[in-house]
């Protein structure tokens, strides 16, 4: 992998990681990513922690979907908030957008940008 690209996703997984929103296990694939860096293990890590990117990025359609419903207002904290979450959903959607774009998911979506890259 590129210097470049190396240290942008370097510098997107410490966001990632340090995002309010960002997952358990996109952490500890982020984390196990890191550690192989520089060793034999990268690239083997480097696959697993963009499969891992691949399923946790929250598509806006899931986004809008979850909002609406009592689970989606548990999350995120009541029913007048997961509307605004959903109609933000709406307006990404309508921007173009294909996925949330909350901290972690900014990310995630940047690192799977260059995903060709770090293969």
Known sequence: MKKEVLDFVTEKTR?????????RE????G??????VGTEKEAEMTKAYIAELEQDIMPVDSLIAFAETEAGAK???GPEAAKGVAAHG???KA???KYCDCPACAAA?????KKDEML
């Open 15 to 23: 966001e990632m990681m340090g995002a309010f929103s960002c997952s």
């Open 26 to 29: 996109a952490k500890e694939a």
């Open 31 to 36: 984390q196990a990513w890191l550690n192989a």
């Open 75 to 77: 999350v995120f904290g």
């Open 90 to 92: 709406r307006e990404i």
């Open 95 to 97: 921007a173009g957008g």
């Open 109 to 113: 979506e940047a690192i799977l940008a």
